[in-house]
Structures are given as C-alpha cells and as structure tokens.
C-alpha cells in the first residue's frame, strides 16, 4: 500500500513544535509531529514568562497542548527520533530512529538547542534548581538574592546591566581568563561587581540549592543563585544535514516567518533563535506554521481550475 504523502511533518515537540501543530491542525492539514520527548528543558521546574501558564511544568505544558491538539485528528504525534532526510519539497522522505519511514510535503525544524557540557563539577545538580540560564525566565524567583554569574568577555559586559534589574548582589566568575579589556574592567568595578578569573573547582549545594561557589585559588563565593552562559548546539544535525544555512552561533537561518533557504523546509523557536522563551518559540511555531499553510494552499489553489 502507498504510504500517505501528509501535507508536514514536524520534527520537535516542544512549544514551537507543538503550536505550529494546533496551527497546522485548524488549517485541516494532515501533520505528523515527531518527538523524541527529551526536552532541553526538562531539568527546570517552571516555565514562566507565559502567558496564562505562567509557573507550569515543562512537562505540564506539553500533556495540555497534546490534549488542546487532540480535538484536531489530522495530527498525529511519533514516539521516535528523526535520523535522515531525503527529497525534496514535495516530496520528503524522513526516517525515523525506529525504522519508520513519512512522507511529507513540508518539513518544519522545531528541533530547539543542546546544552555542551561546561566540566563544572557540581553544576549538574543545581541546573534547574538554583542555577539557571535566561533571567526572564527565572530571575523573578532570584530578585535581590546574591548571585554568581558564570560568564567573560563581551558576555559578561551584556550580563551584568541585564542582571542588575533583579539585583545588584551579585558577583562575576569567569572560570579562567576574563577576556576583558581595561575599560570593561574598571567599568565593572565603578558599578562594584566583584570578578574572579580563577578557575572553578567546585559548587557546593544541597538538594539542588547552591551555598556557594569555590574556585581553585580557595575563594568561597557565598550565593543562593547562579546563572551561567551555555554552550548550545542545534538539537539535531538534520538541518545542516539537508543544506540549511546555519549561523556561527549554531542555530538555522530563516526569514522572519521561518523559512530556511531550503525550499519546503522551515524552522522555528530555539533551533532559529537567540531568544530561547517558551513563549517566544511558540509565537515562532505559530507564524512558520502559517507560513507553511499559506504555501500549501497556494500550491494547490495553482493546480486546481474549474469549468464552468
């Protein structure tokens, strides 16, 4: 039997993914979403920042979109992972981890970013805790707490007026050389902030709640709070795999309604954004999905005449 060509195949269930498939699913289109169900995300506790939802569980959210999508039968959800692509628009070919094999006219990425290790002993255990990346997302929680920011160089000069609107406890450790010139540094120090270059040896916690951070010279940094720089990467190889242009920060190149330069491919949220907001991937989702409709639609509006 002929395997079913659907209109989109979604790859990442997360708030971009998942709105582009509300979207996608009150516009009568036939998508599938493909989630491997391991979130960046998964280690926080909260979401905030979004609207009605403010303070729900990753997890939460996604069982109340899946459960909102469900009144739409053209979508489906996929327990796997993708790992190939072939085609092209119209005609897409997408394996999964699990042998599986969709066909789809169009394919969005809402694959979101990886977090590199960063080799800081202790912060596995306060990541999501304590210790966060994005103050819009969790300063409120940290306001007027002493804090640790982990960051150099030109980050560190973007970190410290943007932190400051929740403290001005707080103190900078670069885990090595700062990267700083001298008028970064005496600037830091007009504003007080306090900036170790030693190395991180450990951060001590309890039950996830940072005490404090000690670096290899034995400087003990008392905090009940940490934000730190990530490294990311794209969560999947597959944009690139199949020719998306991607930025030296690592995420996919779009116009501002998240079409690649891939014809038939689209992006959004995290994986096509510096912004990583819940809220903000999915307000992404929503207009690549829109997007992607408009185009369906007027391919088949372009083969379809009547006679009268």
């Known amino acids: 039997m ?59 959210f996604r069982r109340m ?17 993708a ?15 699990q042998g599986n094999t969709l066909a789809s006219k169009k394919l969005l990425f809402a694959v979101g970013m990886k977090d590199r290790p960063l080799n800081i002993p202790g912060l596995k255990e306060v990541y999501g805790k304590s210790a966060f990346v994005c103050p ?46 001298d008028m970064q540094r005496e600037e830091l120090r007009r504003h007080r902030v306090p900036v170790f270059e030693s190395p991180i040896r450990f951060i001590d916690s309890n039950d996830g709640i940072v005490r404090q951070v000690v670096l290899e010279d034995g400087k003990a940094i008392p905090c009940t709070g940490i934000f730190f720089k990530p490294e990311l990467v794209t969560g999947s190889d597959l944009p690139q795999a199949i020719g998306c242009h991607i930025t030296e920060a690592g995420s996919v190149v779009v116009d501002e309604f998240g079409k690649t330069n891939v014809p038939g491919v689209y992006s959004a949220g995290d994986a096509a954004s510096r912004l990583h907001q819940a809220i903000a991937a999915a307000a992404m989702g929503a207009l690549s999905a829109a997007a992607i409709n408009n185009e369906l639609n007027m391919e088949a509006w372009g083969r379809t005449s009547y006679i009268c």
């Open 65 to 81: 979109a899946k459960d909102e999508i469900s009144a739409y039968p053209s979508v489906s959800f996929v327990a796997d992972t």
């Open 2 to 60: 002929e395997k079913q060509l659907l209109d989109v195949v979604i790859i990442g269930g997360g708030p971009a993914g998942l709105n582009a498939a509300l979207v996608l699913g009150r516009a009568r289109k036939n998508v599938a979403v493909i989630d491997e169900g391991r979130p960046r995300n998964a280690v926080t506790l909260a979401t905030h920042g979004f609207l009605t939802r403010d303070g729900i569980s990753p997890g939460e």
């Open 83 to 97: 790992v190939s692509i072939t085609g092209t628009d119209g005609q897409f070919q997408i394996t999964t981890g």
């Open 136 to 181: 819009y997302c969790d300063g409120w929680e940290l306001r007027d707490e002493p804090l640790v920011i982990i960051t150099k160089g030109a980050e560190a000069m973007h970190f410290a007026p943007l932190i400051s609107g929740w403290t001005n406890r707080f103190t900078i450790c670069t885990n090595g050389p700062d990267e700083l010139t």
